[in-house]
């Protein structure tokens, strides 16, 4: 995973509690993505982003807000979490060219 | 709508007992197939990206296949450090900026 750092890599929190994950690259990649990855599901975009102060939403964004104020980082905040947000979430980084993404090592959230 | 369908969902080989997975796609305009393999505990990594029909790539014991519908990966006499989730993806349209990825084969190969 060298060029994506992930922080924190483990994390416990309480239900309602505001939390931030960050993601830092140093790849200089455009694209930079947050997935969840859940049993039965696969990996599910949250958001994404093209360019700095550029974001979008995926398929499963309620709940979650990002921001990209500078080209290598990406941050994801679950504003008041809830126990349906215990995850593994992905960083990963893209040209949108011939390699697809890069991924990060993953943060494992646990709601309690 | 881009959609990935991968099968099985798990599969059990002996070691050298060849095999392979399967990745079905629905898309409007295929501008790439990729394949990761993630280990536990870990984030997917890159392993190939096909663009068209007929095309072929091969990385020690893997080969990986595109027809208009489906992608294989053939794993031939495994080994059981190739045990691992295979993931497929596809892009569409412009660019590959945005993925839509399968559920993943969980292979298992046993000494």
């Known amino acids: 995973d060298a060029g994506i750092t992930q922080s924190p890599r483990h994390k416990v929190t309480e239900t309602g509690t505001p939390v931030t994950l960050r993601c830092h690259q140093t790849?200089?990649?455009?694209?930079m993505y947050w997935y969840r990855q859940d049993p039965g599901h696969g990996l599910r975009l949250i958001h994404y982003?093209?360019?700095?102060?550029?974001?979008d939403k995926g398929e499963v964004s309620d709940g979650y807000s990002v921001s990209r104020s500078k080209t290598e980082d990406f941050l994801l905040t679950l504003e008041s979490a809830t126990s349906s947000q215990t995850s593994v979430y992905f960083c990963?980084?893209?040209?949108?060219?011939?390699?697809?993404?890069?991924f990060g090592s993953g943060t494992r959230l646990t709601v309690v | 709508e881009d959609q990935v369908t991968q099968s099985p969902e798990a599969l059990r080989l002996q070691e050298g007992e060849s095999s392979s997975l399967n990745c079905s796609y629905t898309?409007?305009?295929?501008?790439?197939l990729f394949w990761y393999r993630q280990d536990p505990g870990k984030g997917p990594e890159f392993l190939f990206t096909?663009?068209?029909a007929g095309e072929e790539k091969e990385k020690e014991r893997l080969k990986a296949t595109l027809t208009k519908k489906e992608s294989f990966l053939h794993i031939t006499a495994p080994k059981p450090e190739d045990s691992a989730t295979y993931l497929c993806?596809?892009?569409?349209?412009?660019?590959?900026?945005?993925?839509?990825f399968g559920k993943g084969t969980l292979l298992t190969v046993n000494p």
């Open positions: 990963a980084t893209g040209t949108g060219g011939d390699y697809g993404y890069t």
């Open positions: 790849e200089n990649h455009r694209y």
């Open positions: 982003s093209y360019g700095v102060k550029d974001t």
């Open positions: 898309v409007s305009g295929l501008r790439g």
């Open positions: 096909l663009y068209s």
């Open positions: 993806a596809v892009g569409s349209g412009g660019s590959n900026y945005k993925l839509t």
